[in-house]
T-cell receptor, first 114, second 113 residues
Framework: DADVTQTPRNRITKTGKRIMLECSQTKGHDRMYWYRQDPGLGLRLIYYSFDVKDINKGEISDGYSVSRQAQAKFSLSLESAIPNQTALYFC?????????????FGEGSRLTVL | GQQLNQSPQSMFIQEGEDVSMNCTSSSIFNTWLWYKQDPGEGPVLLIALYKAGELTSNGRLTAQFGITRKDSFLNISASIPSDVGIYFCAGRNSGGSNYKLTFGKGTLLTVNP
């Protein structure tokens, strides 16, 4: 089983709908992240959390919100989805005590907003 | 914000050829990282570099942390079909309790058998 699990893996929705992407991890890491990948743009940070009570905006947080329900769970919400939020979304974790900078990524959630 | 320029954007090579890709930045990083993303999966760390001038190898992969701290390169020798994927560089500036990786836009590598 994957150490970082994302659900759903694929989702097609309509403009204006509320969408939640969920992430759970079994690595025991404190730090969790949500990234967005678009062709030719690489990986861009949406939100990150260093522990359950810590939430920080990344470089492209507008239109998104997150919830850190537990150390192992970090969800990303789109309150009112729009077509330019069509992308591949990755959850990642890290442990500051291990290899500095090593992120462990989930397999991705592909979201299409029509 | 900080930006990384990664080149080339894509490469089409024959099996057995060597590959070189690089990243440059307008600002200094304390750590350089190279990730690979296989089709349909999330990125996986290949090599981490922590000191200016550091040269590190991992099998057929070799990466270097530039002396100026503003660049890094990744070489792959004797490419094989499973080298196909997207390669990302990433830089990190650590300070206090903040942590942020800045990713390059990726190099798409295609290897023809």
């Amino acid at each position: 089983d994957a150490d970082v699990t994302q659900t759903p893996r694929n989702r097609i929705t309509k403009t204006g709908k509320r969408i939640m992407l969920e992430c759970s991890q079994t690595k025991g890491h404190d730090r969790m992240y949500w990234y967005r990948q678009d062709p030719g743009l690489g990986l861009r940070l949406i939100y990150y959390s260093f522990d359950v009570k810590d939430i920080n905006k990344g470089e492209i947080s507008d239109g998104y919100s997150v919830s850190r329900q537990a150390q192992a769970k970090f969800s990303l919400s789109l309150e009112s989805a729009i077509p330019n939020q069509t992308a591949l979304y990755f959850c990642a974790t890290s442990d500051g005590g291990q290899v500095a900078g090593e992120l462990f990524f989930g397999e991705g959630s592909r979201l299409t907003v029509l | 914000g900080q930006q990384l320029n990664q080149s080339p954007q894509s490469m089409f090579i024959q099996e057995g050829e060597d590959v070189s890709m690089n990243c440059t930045s307008s600002s200094i990083f304390n750590t350089w990282l190279w990730y690979k993303q296989d089709p349909g999966e999330g990125p996986v760390l290949l090599i981490a570099l922590y000191k200016a001038g550091e040269l590190t190898s991992n099998g057929r992969l070799t990466a270097q942390f530039g002396i100026t701290r503003k660049d890094s390169f990744l070489n792959i020798s004797a490419s094989i079909p499973s080298d196909v994927g997207i390669y990302f560089c990433a830089g990190r500036n650590s300070g206090g309790s903040n942590y942020k990786l800045t990713f390059g836009k990726g190099t798409l590598l295609t290897v023809n058998p």
